[in-house]
């Protein structure tokens, strides 16, 4: 490839998150979507046409094509560990959709591979780029509040029957890897972790409140999180609620309280609250929101991030050492609702 020459990109898996690769892909200078792939023909096609790119069905098609640099992983969790192996062996730089892995283990040996491979793997944590997170970053990196006493993070979604009746890998130990803690609250634990630094004790539990008749894994979690600086953390989440309101987030310091409500982050300091930082609009080119509110909306910027290193040449943040971290939380707080359960 020549300075020139666009980058070439694919996407793998033409389901629900789709758009937002392809969408944000199609909004990038120097980059070309070249194919996209997904193992039922129809819904491959489908995804093709408004790109006016190729369908294809076999992922490993990509493997020998020098035109393709980087593909974007937007599969059931339990085909990530495998199909990024194969593509980092074929030198390809891979974007994947958390998690990184459907269990620890299969974490582990991608994190293996990503470390022998010249290629950038990347894992799509997009909430750290939302405005509000990296207000709170800054304020952490600034040390403005002083020390961080303790933090909340608290996820009230609603998952029903429906949402696990339309695509079967989910609710499934062995294609989800879990429920609620690895698909939908793993962007909460991201964020748990990246403020508050290296978690040394999880202990909680996991039930199966609402949907025990529907799915295999856990619809609601939570937990106690000791951070090694001495802050608290504190963990909920469940997509048991009737409805998906937006993640509520509390970072409690010495000198000031940081909340995040409806993406906006409000400082609460000396008995007065003001607005530290609010959402830019993220609007695609006909006025509609990119992403769901209660997503978060910054796939658009992680992916744009992405390309610049993949570009430069630089290690891109989200790795898979990044991609591991959640994953071994999520293993923890399994653990220790065990031992809850056997004691
Ligand atoms: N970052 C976020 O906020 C966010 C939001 C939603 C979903 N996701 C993630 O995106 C991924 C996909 O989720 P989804 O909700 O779009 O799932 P989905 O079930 O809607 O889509 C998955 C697609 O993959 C296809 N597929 C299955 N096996 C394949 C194979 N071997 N080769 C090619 N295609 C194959 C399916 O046919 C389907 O079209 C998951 O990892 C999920 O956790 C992330």
């Not at 998150?17 to 039922?40: E, N, R, T, W, Y």
């Not at 992983?73 to 974007?95: D, F, I, N």
């Not at 972790?193 to 949907?211: C, I, K, M, P, R």
Request: hydrophobic share 40%; charged share 20%.
């Amino acid at each position: 490839m020549t300075m020139q020459e666009p980058i070439g990109a694919a996407v793998v898996g033409c389901g629900a998150i789709f758009p937002l690769h392809a969408g944000a892909v199609q909004q990038l200078k120097g980059v070309q979507l070249k194919v996209v792939v997904d193992s039922d023909p129809a819904k491959a096609k489908e995804a093709a046409t408004p790109y006016s790119c190729e369908a294809a069905t076999d992922y490993l098609t990509l493997l020998d094509r020098d035109d393709i640099q980087v593909v974007h992983l937007c599969t059931p969790h339990h085909l990530h560990a495998e199909m990024a192996t194969q593509l980092l062996r074929a030198g390809k730089h891979v974007l994947t959709e958390k998690p990184l892995a459907h269990h620890l283990e299969a974490a582990e040996s991608v994190l293996a591979e990503a470390r022998l491979s010249e290629a950038q793997l990347g894992v799509v944590f997009q909430n750290r780029y939302n405005a509000s997170s990296q207000k709170i970053r800054e304020f952490l990196e600034s040390k403005t509040l002083g020390r961080l006493i303790c933090l909340k993070g608290i996820v009230t979604w609603h998952r029903d029957e429906a949402y696990y009746a339309d695509s079967p890998w989910r609710g499934r130990w062995s294609t989800e890897g879990g429920g609620v803690l690895i698909n939908q609250a793993i962007h909460t634990l991201d964020l748990l972790q990246w403020f508050g630094g290296e978690v040394v004790s999880v202990q909680g539990s996991v039930t199966a409140d609402a949907l025990g008749d529907v799915i295999e894994v856990e619809d609601t979690a939570h937990a106690s999180l000791r951070f090694k600086d001495g802050a608290r953390g504190l963990f909920y989440a469940t997509n048991a609620y009737l409805t998906n309101t937006p993640v509520e987030l509390e970072l409690v310091f010495e000198g000031g309280t940081l909340h995040q409500r409806n993406e906006n982050l409000y400082l609460t300091r000396d008995g007065h609250e003001s607005l530290v930082c609010e959402p830019p609009a993220n609007l695609n080119d006909a006025g509609q929101i990119i992403g769901k509110s209660y997503w978060g909306s910054s796939h658009q910027l992680l992916i744009a991030d992405f390309y610049d290193h993949v570009r430069s040449g630089t290690r891109f943040a989200i790795g898979a050492e990044e991609g591991l971290k959640t994953l071994r939380l999520i293993a923890e707080l399994y653990r220790s609702s065990r031992t809850r359960d056997s004691r």
